[in-house]
């Protein structure tokens, strides 16, 4: 006899309850984290027993690698469907963070999980995997503008870190503000086209005047006076 209390079971296919696990544990890495999220508290939800989740993922560390995957993928082909041939790299600076923000916007959940960090066992290590994806994306970006300013090639990546890094910073604070204002707070978020057109405004002038070989200023020696500048 049933309990009263108990999960209603569900027959499903092989994919669909993998992909109802999928779901449940998505939001509840993306809310928690992924040390708070208990495979107990998962199986509930799905109304399974603990060796269902076993025989589809191996345990919760193989669930949270197939979330994140799924997840970063979907971000990289939103990043490679933004940018339409032949535009310019000022354009294409401006689509890419566009494109970012569709993410957040239409995929918050996955956006929180991938900002949470990663335990250590997990392949994308311990590092928000959506900064580096979107670093990945302009750093190559980046590539063709530097070739054509006549950059040497291996200190592309030292730029791309700094606009990966910029970018998604830009993309959290952006998707705070729409959270504060879905919660009644005073707070007027702008829009996703303003974002990304004075992001690309700060970022692509400052890369135009870039100096092609910047001279360390060096540090003051011992018992130097530092004049103010």
Not at 109 to 121: F, I, K, T, V, W
Not at 123 to 132: A, L, Q, Y
Not at 159 to 183: M, P
Not at 221 to 228: A, M, S, T, V, Y
């Amino acid at each position: 006899m049933t309990e009263p209390n108990s999960p209603r079971k569900v027959r499903m296919s092989r994919s669909e309850r993998r992909l109802q696990l999928i779901e449940i544990a998505r939001a509840s890495f993306a809310h928690r984290g992924y040390d708070a999220t208990s495979i107990e508290e998962i199986t509930l939800a799905a109304g399974i027993s603990k060796p269902v989740l076993y025989e589809h993922f191996g345990g919760k560390e193989g669930l949270y690698q197939v979330i994140v995957d799924r997840e970063i993928n979907l971000l990289m082909s939103t990043l490679t469907e933004s940018l339409p041939a032949h535009v310019s790299p000022r354009k294409a600076l401006e689509h890419s963070i566009v494109a970012l923000l569709d993410y957040l916007e239409s995929n918050p959940d996955g956006y929180r999980l991938l900002a949470h960090q990663s335990p250590l066992g997990v392949s994308t290590g311990v590092f928000s995997p959506v900064i580096g994806e979107v670093t990945e994306h302009l750093t190559i970006l980046l590539a063709e503008v530097f070739n054509r300013q006549g950059f040497e090639s291996s200190i592309t990546p030292v730029y791309g870190q700094l606009l990966g890094g910029a970018v998604a910073q830009v993309g959290q604070w952006w998707l705070s503000e729409k959270d504060q204002a879905e919660r009644g707070e005073p707070v007027t978020p702008m829009s996703k086209d303003d974002v990304a057109a004075h992001t690309a405004n700060l970022l692509w002038n400052g890369l135009h005047h870039l100096e092609l070989k910047p001279r360390p200023i060096g540090r003051p020696d011992e018992g130097e006076e530092i004049q103010p500048s």
